[in-house]
T-cell receptor
Framework: GAVVSQHPSRVICKSGTSVKIECRSLDFQATTMFWYRQFPKQSLMLMATSNEGSKATYEQGVEKDKFLINHASLTLSTLTVTSAHPEDSSFYIC????????????FGPGTRLTVT | GNSVTQMEGPVTLSEEAFLTINCTYTATGYPSLFWYVQYPGEGLQLLLKATKADDKGSNKGFEATYRKETTSFHLEKGSVQVSDSAVYFCALSGLAGSGGSNYKLTFGKGTLLTVNP
């Protein structure tokens, strides 16, 4: 089946630094990828929709200058958390929408970000 | 806006017990409904879906019926196994009239299920 990978799986960074998270579709192409944030015991909250070759679409309340999204190819989207603060600590999950078949979303395993 | 409310866990059952996880939704139009499962250390996987009223989704012994009159999509399994231990998420697609498309998913908070031998 379709596989989506995320890298890194865990990252610890200092407050004020930037962190980049990669999301790759390994065996299919995805013009659309999604970035979610999940707090403990909370649902996944959609942050933004990443579109290959164009600007990302951000959900209301998500700072586009803080969470930079680049969808450089049909198999790669990156999320950069700029000037990270402890409140940005969370579990970030991406998904990729397969162009073929029923166009379902396939989810990555997530990235645990801890900002100290 | 769209929202999904699902039964809060954790839910702990013995093997072969009957499982129900309740899910209700609020949405405009006619969303598609989904159950996703997240096994420990893995990403979310689609468990089953239903795209219109009265549809029944089923997979791996799990079933859920799209009930428009009660805006519900409860997950059931007649006999759970230890390997079913996971977090279960109810979700709907945000695009009105999307049919099978699962564009812009809205998730419930998830229900942790633990099945003991």
């Amino acid at each position: 089946g379709a596989v989506v990978s995320q890298h890194p799986s865990r990252v610890i960074c200092k407050s004020g630094t930037s962190v980049k998270i990669e999301c790759r579709s390994l065996d299919f192409q995805a013009t659309t990828m999604f970035w979610y944030r999940q707090f403990p015991k909370q649902s996944l909250m959609l942050m933004a929709t990443s579109n290959e070759g164009s600007k990302a679409t951000y959900e209301q309340g998500v700072e586009k200058d803080k969470f930079l999204i680049n969808h450089a190819s049909l198999t790669l989207s990156t999320l950069t958390v700029t000037s990270a603060h402890p409140e940005d600590s969370s579990f970030y999950i991406c998904s990729a929408r397969d162009l073929s078949g029923d166009r379902r979303q396939y989810f990555g395993p997530g990235t645990r970000l801890t900002v100290t | 806006g769209n929202s999904v409310t699902q039964m809060e866990g954790p839910v702990t059952l013995s093997e072969e017990a009957f499982l129900t996880i309740n899910c209700t939704y609020t949405a405009t139009g006619y969303p598609s409904l989904f159950w996703y499962v997240q096994y420990p250390g893995e990403g979310l996987q689609l468990l089953l879906k239903a795209t219109k009223a009265d549809d029944k989704g089923s997979n791996k012994g799990f079933e859920a019926t799209y009930r428009k009159e009660t805006t519900s999509f409860h997950l059931e399994k007649g006999s759970v196994q230890v390997s079913d231990s996971a977090v279960y998420f109810c979700a709907l697609s945000g695009l009105a009239g999307s049919g099978g498309s699962n564009y812009k998913l809205t998730f419930g908070k998830g229900t942790l299920l633990t099945v003991n031998p």
